[in-house]
């Protein structure tokens, strides 16, 4: 079956730095995506990796490993606005997007 | 944000009333989504729209029927829900179809829905 895994809850300092890992098992695969949704907002694209690396975008990079089914997304210089629940999902062989069950990230001051 | 908008942001509704959400997306994207959210579940697909055609239908009850009559709008109408229907309803866009960035969704702001 198609599943994704990430943790349930993340608690971390303003200031410091937080990583988020994603483990996933698709039938093919066409990409990892990372969103970020905040309480009763809308997820809002963060990320798209399809080539196994880091990719940096300011403050946010996401990392993909494609032979271990594997990502994190990596978040610097944590402000109390990044507190927000962080969605993976991954894009399997009908480009069908598999969405785990998002990590609540708390920050705390 | 307000390349996808839907209406009502929240609803409370009884079992037996009917009512129907709108998704409108002003992007120009060909594909439509409607999600189903709640509380600590991965996202649940509903439907997709490709070009106004239905592509995908996953296992979705009856009660719940979409409607698309062009690309930039999308209705979803409710009848005889159940309470464990209450959920975020999400609406996303894609340019699609396509490798990844094209598939990438954004998303509306959802509707809050409430079934008493």
């Known amino acids: 079956g198609q599943n994704i895994d990430q943790p349930t809850e993340m608690t971390a300092t303003e200031g410091a730095i937080v990583q988020i890992n994603c483990t996933y098992q698709t039938s093919g695969f066409n990409g990892l ?10 997820p809002t694209f963060l990320s798209y990796n399809v080539l196994d690396g880091l990719e940096e975008k300011g403050r946010f990079s996401s990392f993909l490993s494609r032979s271990k089914g594997y990502s994190y ?22 480009y069908q997007l598999i969405w785990g069950a998002g990590t609540k990230l708390i920050i705390k001051p | 944000e307000t390349g996808v908008t839907q209406t009502p942001r929240h609803l409370v509704m009884g079992m037996t009333n009917k009512k129907s959400l709108k998704c409108e997306q002003h992007l120009g994207h060909n594909a439509m989504y409607w999600y189903k959210q709640s ?11 490709n070009f106004k055609e239905q592509t995908e239908n996953n296992s979705v009850p009856s009660r719940f029927s979409p409607e698309c009559p062009n690309s930039s709008h999308l209705f979803l109408h409710l009848h005889t829900l159940q309470p ?22 954004y998303f509306g702001p959802g509707t809050r829905l409430l079934v008493l």
């Open chain 2, 39 to 49: 509380a600590k579940k991965p996202l649940e697909l509903m439907f997709v729209y």
């Open chain 1, 33 to 42: 995506f990372w969103y970020q949704q905040h309480a009763g907002e809308a």
């Open chain 1, 73 to 94: 997304l990596l978040l610097k210089e944590l402000q109390m606005k990044d507190s927000a629940s962080y969605l993976c999902a991954a894009m399997d062989s009908n």
């Open chain 2, 84 to 105: 464990e229907d209450s959920a975020l309803y999400l609406c996303a866009s894609s340019q699609g179809p396509g490798d990844g960035p094209r598939e990438t969704q």
